[in-house]
Nanobody, 122 residues
Framework: QVQPVESGGGPVQAGGSLRLSCATSRYNSAYCMGWFRQAPGKEREAVAT???????TYADSVKGRFTISQDNTKTTLYLQMSSLEPEDTGMYYCAAKPRKGLCARLSLYSNWGQGTQVTVSS
């Protein structure tokens, strides 16, 4: 599989919005894809995931503010982020894995992008 490539990060003021994009390989069978973030001094965490059935999961801290989606070709993954908070600051990574299930479990992912930095100022 091709390594995912993230884009769309940058500085933004609290309350603002950003849309992250990730170019991924096309999976022809079941899969999970997700957005994960890592803040300075903290462990990487799952932010939002989507599987090949379109089932989505979100971290409690972003529910109602972030939306994960894919394009029709299933080769671009998006994360629409609204009402951003300083606590959303971090490096955002895109990852994909074959097979559905346990989509938020980081240890099951082996194909990671390089990340895109999001910095939210108050």
């Amino acid at each position: 599989q091709v390594q995912p490539v993230e884009s769309g990060g940058g500085p933004v003021q609290a309350g603002g919005s950003l849309r992250l994009s990730c170019a991924t390989s096309r999976y022809n069978s079941a899969y999970c894809m997700g957005w994960f973030r890592q803040a300075p001094g903290k462990e990487r965490e799952a932010v939002a995931t989507i599987d090949s059935d379109g089932y989505t999961t979100y971290a409690d801290s972003v529910k109602g503010r972030f939306t994960i989606s894919q394009d029709n070709t299933k080769t671009t993954l998006y994360l629409q982020m609204s009402s951003l908070e300083p606590e959303d600051t971090g490096m955002y990574y895109c990852a994909a894995k074959p097979r559905k299930g346990l989509c938020a479990r980081l240890s099951l992912y082996s194909n990671w992008g390089q990340g895109t930095q999001v910095t939210v100022s108050s």
